[in-house]
């Protein structure tokens, strides 16, 4: 288990959308008069998005007790990943998510953090962007203690990668700037040397992983330097990237990936 599942106490804490939830197709119209997205899976089988929650484990993730994160009415939430999760100053931890409100017709990043190390969780807003659809969200704090939000955002509207900035560890935020940076979706590391570093997947041809720095605490990014780690994406390519990136040590970074090449092989 990641140590920034690991609190205080010892127990493991995570906290996350369901995502996709299956039951019975008998109960599609159940979910669909709600405004609630669902869709078919298989045969007798339909899935919908909706609810958030956090679980916790006293014996190292042999079983798990959950408690439901009160949201507001929404037609959707998901989760990014979990390795994005941000555990700050002591006992205050940070977790993106992603959808639509009622209202939404746009999806948009939302937050779930706790001030507690994990036992009680709020539900606030990140960011949203007017005729674009934000959605996978990576989290990471800058040389300033300042969190950093970078958010994917869906072509046709979308495709550059957005930026907000909270100075007060999550509770409020600047407003989403549009960055220079195509590709999706993101992993932010704060480097030893102080600049921040954005790996990102790139969907059009050369289709690929790219990398980029920021000298100015991710307000602003170098794309006249950005790094072509990979540019031999085929196939089906336009599925590639998800990236996390360490530093091993000062200088060296270690970025894993997915993608298909020439050998059609995933």
Request: aromatic share 8%; charged share 25%; net charge negative.
């Amino acid at each position: 288990m990641g140590a920034h599942l690991r609190a205080a106490d010892g127990s493991l804490v995570v906290a996350d959308a369901y995502g996709w939830r299956e039951v019975p197709t008998e109960r599609e119209k159940e979910f669909a008069d709600q405004n609630i997205t669902v869709r078919p899976v298989r045969d007798g089988v339909v899935a919908y998005l909706q609810g958030a929650r956090a679980r916790r484990s006293t014996n190292d993730g042999a079983s798990w007790s959950d408690q439901e994160i009160k949201l507001p009415p929404h037609r959707s939430v998901m989760s990014y990943r979990r390795v994005d999760q941000a555990s700050l100053t002591a006992g205050l931890r940070v977790v993106s998510i992603y959808g639509k409100l009622k209202a939404d017709t746009h999806s948009r990043a939302f937050l779930l953090r706790s001030e507690d190390d994990g036992k009680q969780w709020q539900f606030l807003p990140l960011a949203a962007q007017d005729g674009v659809d934000l959605n996978e969200t990576a989290l990471a704090q800058n040389a300033d203690c300042e969190l950093v939000a970078m958010m994917r955002s869906e072509p046709p509207a979308g495709g550059h990668m957005y930026t907000a900035i909270s100075t007060d560890a999550g509770l409020t935020w600047g407003s989403a700037q549009k960055t220079d940076l195509w590709g999706y979706p993101a992993h932010l590391l704060l480097l030893k040397d102080g600049r921040m570093l954005s790996t990102y997947g790139y969907r059009r041809t050369p289709m690929g992983i790219r990398a980029t720095v920021s000298a100015d605490g991710g307000r602003t990014w170098s794309v006249e330097d950005e790094v072509i780690l990979r540019s031999d994406g085929m196939h089906n390519g336009s599925d590639l990237g998800y990236p996390i990136s360490i530093e091993t040590e000062p200088g060296h970074i270690v970025t894993i990936y997915y993608m298909t090449n020439d050998d059609g092989i995933t």
